[in-house]
Structures are given as structure tokens and as C-alpha cells.
């Protein structure tokens, strides 16, 4: 059989077993068409990958070897990201996206969940404070959109963590690809504002139907955030509680949509997102101030018509 890269990747990577995931697979064994078919990585690139395994396992590469090596690969896996990371909205698709999240907690019409992650960087070597997050530490912004499956649909990694989820979201290709969308949506929390394609909870819920929204809301949205604790799990290097990843802004940015590659990978070859899910208590959004100019009129009347009609 194929090597999955996605065993390579948990066993290997977190577990510090590599060697004996290795030793199970004989890659020369290995067509090459099973390989493209499997993971679209040519033969060349997989064999490398477990070269450089094996090499550092065995701890005969130097680390300016090393940092070379997860340059060419990160820039490998990076250039898939088109292939492996994609929203699609044909028809098909919209209806399995839909019957999939219903099924979560009775939530129609959902195109994906949305959320901006910031992930801890050293602080760059400019004096470039944009990089500074609201919290006091240097990070990259990640805006995700993820399907019911916790499979990544859009993964924007190279925004600076000093800006809001809001200004990430206005300035992104997703707003762009999605604002036109004549049927489903999103779904943010309260730190977005509320438009026709994208969903957000009610700040003060006072009916019981509008209560029953916001249960929806929050148990289908909960899927994003614990796709992210998941991906972070399997690769300790984006767990700010374990340090930070030591490299500019730029590379920061190539590793975590690295990263985000191999996680949809692992999802495409069998394996649960949630397998490895940290049980960190879910942080509590701040909601958006918005003012009066900037609400949508036409959205606030699809929310409430969704609502009368889905939740009563």
C-alpha cells in the first residue's frame, strides 16, 4: 500500500516513533501512479520527505541541513495548497455541505464555519508593530473555513496578527469569492458582522427561537475552533503554550499552510480530524461594535426570516 503521510506526520512528527512507522513501508514497492493518486506528491518528493526522516532520526543531518530541508518542503506542500485546500461551490458540493452541517444541530444552509486564528511568532527583526496582536504577542493571523468533517475549505495564513478578524476578512480573496453567493452561508461568531452569506449569532437573544438559533449557531460553529486545536495538537511547532515558531513572518506563514496541506491530507486518507483535539475551554469571542451605518439591512431580515422559519 501507499505510505500515508498523514501516519508520517502524526506518528513521526509528535510521537517521536518514527522509525518504526518507517521501517513498516517499502516505498520501492510502491507504484508510482498509487502515489500520485493517493496524495498528488510526485515519487520524488514523497522519497525525499522520508529521507529526511530517516536522516534526522538517526541524527546525521546538521541543523542548517535540517532548516534547508523543511524550506524545500514546506515550499513543496505550500504549492499544493490549491489542490488539497478548496471551496468549491458547484452545485453538488452545496447540497452535500448542507444535508452534512443540518445534521449537526439542525442549521441549514451552511456553506462552511469561518473563524481567524493567531498563531505565536518571534517578534520580526523590523520594528513592524503590525504584527502585534491584541494580546501583547507577535503572531500571524489564519482565517479558516472548514466543513462539517473539519476538512479545511479556505486556509488564508500571511496576515499580520495586529489586525482585526474584521479587516482580515474585508481584505481576504474568501469575502471576494463568497459576497456574491445567491444561496447558503457562512458562519462566524460575534466578532463579524452580519452579511447575507455569512451567519452570526444573535447578541441578545429574547425569543425562545431566537435562543434555539444561537444553540445552533454556536454547536455548528464550535467545528472550526476545534479543527484548529486539533491541527495544533498534531503539529506542536503551532502551539503557542509550547513556545513559538522561530522564523519570520513570511516563513511562519509557509509552515502553517504547510501544515494546513497535511491536515486535509490526513483527513483524505482516513483519518478523524478530531483524533488528536486538545479539551482546552473554548475562548469566548468579544462581539462586534458596529455602527449604525455599517449594519445590513437586508441581512438582519434573512437572519430573521431564517429564524421564523428554521427554528420556530
Request: aromatic share 8%.
Amino acid at each position: 500500500m501507499a505510505i500515508p503521510i498523514a501516519i508520517l506526520d502524526c506518528d513521526l512528527l509528535l510521537h517521536g516513533r518514527g522509525h518504526k512507522t518507517l521501517d513498516r513501508f517499502d516505498l520501492d514497492s510502491v507504484p508510482d501512479n498509487l502515489l500520485l493518486t493517493q496524495f498528488g506528491f510526485p515519487r520524488e518528493f514523497i522519497l525525499y520527505l522520508v529521507e529526511i526522516l530517516r536522516e534526522a532520526l538517526c541524527r546525521r543531518i546538521s541543523q542548517a541541513s535540517m532548516s534547508r530541508c523543511v524550506s524545500n518542503v514546506t515550499r513543496a506542500l505550500v504549492e499544493k495548497a490549491p489542490t488539497f485546500i478548496t471551496l468549491n461551490r458547484d452545485p453538488s458540493s452545496t447540497e452535500q455541505s448542507f444535508q452534512e452541517f443540518q445534521r449537526v444541530a439542525g442549521f441549514p444552509g451552511v456553506l462552511g464555519v469561518l473563524d481567524c486564528v493567531q498563531v505565536t511568532i518571534k517578534a520580526p527583526n523590523s520594528e513592524d508593530s503590525s504584527y502585534v496582536n491584541k494580546k501583547g504577542f507577535h503572531s500571524v493571523g489564519c482565517q479558516l473555513v472548514c466543513d462539517a468533517r473539519g476538512l479545511l475549505l479556505s486556509a488564508e495564513t500571511h496576515w499580520p496578527g495586529g489586525l482585526r478578524d474584521t479587516e482580515v476578512l474585508e481584505r481576504s480573496a474568501l469575502q471576494k469569492h463568497l459576497q456574491d453567493a445567491e444561496e447558503g452561508w457562512l458562519l462566524g461568531d460575534r466578532r463579524y458582522p452580519l452579511r447575507k452569506w455569512l451567519m452570526t449569532p444573535m447578541d441578545c437573544p429574547e425569543s425562545p427561537e431566537e435562543l434555539q438559533y444561537n444553540l445552533a449557531h454556536t454547536a455548528t460553529h464550535e467545528i472550526v475552533d476545534r479543527t484548529f486545536r486539533a491541527i495544533q495538537t498534531r503539529f506542536r511547532c503551532l502551539d503557542g503554550s509550547k513556545g513559538y515558531l522561530q522564523y519570520s513572518p513570511e516563513r511562519s506563514s509557509s509552515i502553517l499552510l504547510a501544515c494546513c496541506v497535511l491536515h486535509n491530507a490526513s483527513l483524505q486518507s482516513g483519518l478523524d480530524a478530531w483524533t488528536l483535539e486538545r479539551t482546552d475551554p473554548l475562548e469566548q469571542p468579544e462581539s462586534l461594535e458596529q455602527r449604525p451605518e455599517d449594519r445590513d439591512s437586508l441581512a438582519e431580515e434573512l437572519r430573521k426570516d431564517l429564524i421564523l422559519k428554521h427554528f420556530s
